[in-house]
T-cell receptor, first 115, second 109 residues
């Protein structure tokens, strides 16, 4: 059983389109995250939700909107896609609210290519 | 959040031990030291974490200096499957994992 699963694994789309990436975790964790890994391989946190409440919101364009229908799901919707949005997006979860002792579990990533 | 410094790359021979260093001179007293790794085309994977004492698990050992300003991840017998980017991270109180460049480990057969 996959602990943190993301769909789709690959997403190729045109500039200006709107797309969503879904994430689900079956670990019973309270906190979920979205990370972006650019072409230089740097991983940057974008958002974090704890029990459906937004707790971390880094400097991310308004075109990115996370949605958490329940604590097992955190979806990422992106409006008006731009070339610079091309990256690998990783979902992650951790057992409790964020803290220095938390372990994160990552999904396998969604490779987004904007043409 | 405190910063960490790691070598960009390291090489090892298969079945030999590997010591991956990390400097974190600005660490605060409550910062846990975390290590993650990212295998090619996969998401980051938790390896180990600790606060003050040395830690062991089935994947690796973590040796923490007495002053906590540095730590070393030890892979006891490197395999080809251990080739990855290894990240040393101090999440701080916010728990945010801020990934640096990490150390790219190459394992030679």
């Amino acid at each position: 059983d996959t602990a943190v699963s993301q769909t789709p694994k690959y997403l190729v789309t045109q500039m200006g389109n709107d797309k969503s990436i879904k994430c689900e975790q079956n670990l019973g964790h309270d906190t979920m995250y979205w990370y972006k890994q650019d072409s230089k391989k740097f991983l940057k946190i974008m958002f974090s939700y704890n029990n459906k409440e937004l707790i971390i919101n880094e400097t991310v364009p308004n075109r990115f909107s996370p949605k958490s229908p329940d604590k097992a799901h955190l979806n990422l919707h992106i409006n008006s896609l731009e070339l610079g949005d091309s990256a690998v997006y990783f979902c992650a979860s951790s057992p409790f609210r964020t803290g220095s002792n938390e372990k994160l579990f990552f999904g396998s990533g969604t490779q987004l290519s904007v043409l | 959040d405190a910063k960490t410094t790691q070598p960009n790359s390291m090489e090892s021979n298969e079945e030999e031990p590997v010591h991956l260093p990390c400097n974190h001179s600005t660490i605060s007293g409550t910062d846990y030291i975390h290590w993650y790794r990212q295998l090619p085309s996969q998401g980051p994977e938790y390896v180990i974490h600790g606060l003050t004492s040395n830690v062991n698990n089935r994947m690796a050992s973590l040796a923490i200096a007495e002053d906590r300003k540095s730590s070393t991840l030890i892979l006891h017998r490197a395999t080809l499957r251990d080739a990855a980017v290894y990240y040393c991270i101090l999440p701080g109180n916010t728990g945010k994992l801020i990934f640096g460049q990490g150390t790219t480990l190459q394992v030679k057969p």
